[in-house]
């Protein structure tokens, strides 16, 4: 259902703030409410994420997610890049979303990460590919309703 691509870090030597290279992301810090934020550049990208793919944390802060905007982006090991093999991006984004406390159990050591088999195999329900998009659709349309009320 899934590809899943497990990201690499870097040596400080093959990054920098200077805007040259590609945008290198490492990590939870780089995460701000579905956005990602870009500080670290590099020009020796070795494990590249590709523009609409999901970018999931996996290491320390487990379970942030975003879209990546970028054309492309190196990814530190911290970082996995989720493209859909079948099915409809934002449907499977709902169902790791759901899955982030199951993830989180999973995680073990001091400092909690979740492999990749453990996101591979998680089990989803596969709607066929219009029905998923209908119900990612009405998740988008009814989730910020739903964090409204819960302020309320």
């Known amino acids: ?6 990201g690499r870090d870097m040596e400080p030597s093959q990054y920098s703030s200077t805007k040259q290279g590609i945008p290198y992301i490492t990590g939870a810090s780089n995460f701000d ?6 500080n670290r550049w590099t020009q020796q990208p070795s494990v590249v994420a590709k523009r609409g793919e ?3 944390t996996c290491k ?14 190196h990814i530190a090991r911290q970082i996995m890049a989720v493209s859909a093999k079948h099915g ?25 990460g979740i492999s990749r088999e453990t996101v591979i195999n ?13 119900i990612a659709d ?3 349309e009814l989730i910020p309703l739903v964090r409204e009320l819960a302020q309320l």
């Open 88 to 112: 409809n991006l934002d449907f499977i984004k709902f169902l790791l979303s759901y899955s982030i406390s199951k993830l989180k159990s999973a995680a073990k050591s001091m400092i909690p």
């Open 54 to 56: 999901l970018l999931l």
């Open 60 to 73: 320390g802060t487990i379970g942030d997610m975003a879209i990546l905007d970028e054309e492309e982006a």
């Open 1 to 6: 259902m899934i590809n899943l691509v497990s």
């Open 122 to 134: 998680l089990e989803f329900p596969l709607a066929p590919d219009g029905e998923q998009k209908r």
């Open 138 to 140: 009405k998740l988008d």
């Open 33 to 38: 409410d579905g956005k990602i934020l870009i």
